[in-house]
């Protein structure tokens, strides 16, 4: 049975390389190249599994976040496998966060890959042997925040956990509104939503809780 997945990157060239590298019984069923693509295609084709570049243009400035914060509020979301040159430990931790289910850099080899895929699609989460440490680090520092934080995070839809951030990041309901294009009075009410839901009572606490998770 073949595992259908969507390929998203920024270069054409890496798009055609990891197509190629692929074995037989992975099917591609679409492509993105920045994070407005991306969503598109993963809510067109609903594949098995996203391989995902971390660094993607668009969006608000999350790139991979972006996408996450997107397709895995869907009805039947994918499982995404981190694909990217960058092995530093806050690229891990953020996208393992976000929700993805691995990590692996792009020195990976085709079967190494296909594998990792294949393994993302049973539900395993995969990362190279040094990638995995990083993530464990963070969760032993953390108490087991890696996992609170997730568990926190799913209770907000797509766009609150987008206000959240920009927010968090001292944005005004004014700057907020024209980066996403709704109503301050909009704003407001996902604002409100985000504090109910995580128990907060300002954004001033808001921003407490994003920057001690490192999520901003």
């Known amino acids: 049975m073949s595992t259908s997945v969507v390929i998203v990157d920024d270069h054409d060239v890496i798009r055609v390389g990891v197509r190629e590298s692929l074995e037989d ?6 492509e993105g190249r920045d994070v407005e693509s991306a969503i598109t295609a993963i809510r067109q084709a609903r594949p098995q599994v996203v391989i995902l570049d971390v660094h993607l243009p668009g969006g608000t400035g999350g790139g991979a976040l972006d996408v996450l914060a997107e397709v895995l509020h869907d009805p039947e979301p994918p499982r995404v496998l ?7 430990a806050e690229d891990v931790v953020a996208v393992v966060r976000a929700g993805a289910r691995g990590y692996v850099t792009k020195s990976i080899s085709g079967p190494d890959l296909s594998d990792a895929v294949r393994r993302v699609a049973s539900g395993d989460a995969v990362f190279s042997p040094r990638l995995a440490g990083f993530v464990l680090d963070a969760f032993n520092a953390a108490g087991g925040e890696v996992a609170s934080v997730d568990e926190d995070l799913d209770k907000l839809t797509a766009r609150e956990q987008e206000v959240m951030r ?33 128990q907060l009572t ?3 606490e808001l921003a407490h809780w994003a920057a001690t998770r490192r999520i901003v």
């Open 25 to 30: 019984d992975i099917e591609v069923v679409g």
């Open 82 to 88: 981190a694909l990217s040159v960058s092995d530093a």
């Open 166 to 198: 920009l927010i968090a990041r001292g944005y005004t309901y004014r700057e907020v509104g024209e980066k996403l294009f709704i109503s301050i009075k909009t704003v407001e009410t996902h604002v409100g939503k985000v504090l109910h839901k995580l």
């Open 202 to 204: 300002s954004r001033h």
